[in-house]
């Protein structure tokens, strides 16, 4: 399995950016993705998950207002939509896949393949 991340750049604050992932390779039907950022000296952190069969999606309190997840189950890409964002969702976003599609966790340890990241970098 392949993640390919891509989508980020420079943004001022207050602006969006659309972050996209296109799993590739041995899949299955359905699994969840996720997304994940890391800040210099952070964790990583949680900022959405999809579930691509149902469609379930789950977006934690830090991000939820800002943040949307979605999928194209016909292009195994799954989206992040990020508006309204501030200069501390600077980051390197990568995205996850845990072939297990009844679950989203919100655990890195839960997931069994990761894309190579995007750096998203949000100006004052």
């Known amino acids: 399995v392949q993640l390919q991340a891509s989508g980020g750049g420079l943004v001022q604050a207050g602006g969006s950016l659309r972050l996209s992932c296109k799993a590739s390779?041995?899949?299955?039907?359905?699994?969840?993705m996720a997304w994940f950022r890391q800040a210099p000296g952070k964790d990583r952190e949680f900022v959405g998950g999809?579930?691509?069969?149902?469609?379930?999606?789950y977006v934690p309190d830090s991000v939820k207002g800002r943040f949307t997840i979605s999928r194209d189950s016909a292009k195994n890409t799954v989206y992040l939509q990020m508006n309204s964002l501030k200069p501390e969702d600077t980051a390197v976003y990568h995205c996850a896949l845990d072939l297990d599609e009844h679950r989203i966790s919100v655990s890195n340890y839960g997931y069994d393949f990761w894309g190579q990241g995007t750096l998203v970098t949000v100006s004052s």
């Open positions: 390779g041995r899949t299955g039907r359905s699994y969840t």
């Open positions: 999809i579930s691509t069969s149902s469609g379930r999606t």
